[in-house]
């Protein structure tokens, strides 16, 4: 638990580091320029214990406008101790990370989201796996499978024996240079919170799972 060294690789090579909280998972603005390892010496002269960014960090305005979204950056994002890698939105106008701020959006997205293909081949990203899109696109495509829900959603079905186990969750961001992905969706998701949207109640309700807890609890 604490605060590790999050180090941010641009496309040209470049290293950044910043600080990533493993107590609320996320990786903070600003960025530094350099790194000070385990053994190294501090700029207050302690010795260093863990890996941290060191240096002037590196100008960065919360304020200012986003980038146009042609402009955001692709970067990759690892943190200690782990070395958990994603991919992210850096805005070049705010010097800022946008996010995903941690890998955990992956499972966030994938419990909720499915990809869906329109006419063009575009592939979308849609709450609950179905219209409208993100961005507000209607596609009419087949579902391409990244939709998981989490076992509370199943908690409304009539399921009976194991839940499965979430297939790996992919890293979306790593896409956004891909001809066939709608970066607004991607864009969208990440700035906006989700609309207030309820999947669709289930048939069988209450299910032979929680009643078999419920009498476990009262017998
Ligand atoms: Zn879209």
Redesign the pocket.
């Known amino acids: 638990m604490g605060t590790w060294l999050a180090t941010i690789r641009f496309p040209d090579g470049t290293e950044r580091y910043a600080h990533y909280s493993t107590v609320v998972e996320s990786t903070y603005n600003p960025l530094y320029p350099e790194v000070c390892r385990i053994g190294g010496i501090l700029p207050s002269g302690d010795e260093c214990h863990r890996d941290e960014p060191v240096g002037e960090p590196l100008p960065y305005d919360r304020d200012a406008p986003l980038s146009p979204i042609g402009e955001l950056v692709l970067v990759a994002v690892a943190h200690q101790p782990d070395d958990d890698v994603w991919h992210a939105l850096y805005c070049p106008g705010g010097g800022r990370l946008v996010g995903p701020l941690s890998g955990h959006y992956r499972y966030r997205m994938q419990e909720e989201y499915d990809l869906i293909r329109d006419g063009d081949g575009v592939r ?2 849609c709450h609950w796996a179905r219209p409208p ?3 507000g ?1 209607e596609p009419a495509g087949e579902r391409l499978g990244l939709y998981f829900p989490s076992v509370g959603v199943y908690w409304g079905a009539e399921t009976d024996g194991p839940y499965p186990e979430s297939p790996p969750a992919p890293d979306m961001f790593a896409e956004w240079n891909a001809p066939d992905i ?1 970066r ?2 991607l864009l969208t998701w990440l700035l906006e919170p989700d609309p207030a949207v309820a999947p669709e109640p289930q048939p069988e309700q209450p299910s032979t799972w929680w009643t078999r807890v419920k009498r476990a609890w009262q017998g």
């Open positions: 979308h990203l899109a993100v961005c696109a709608c607004p969706c």
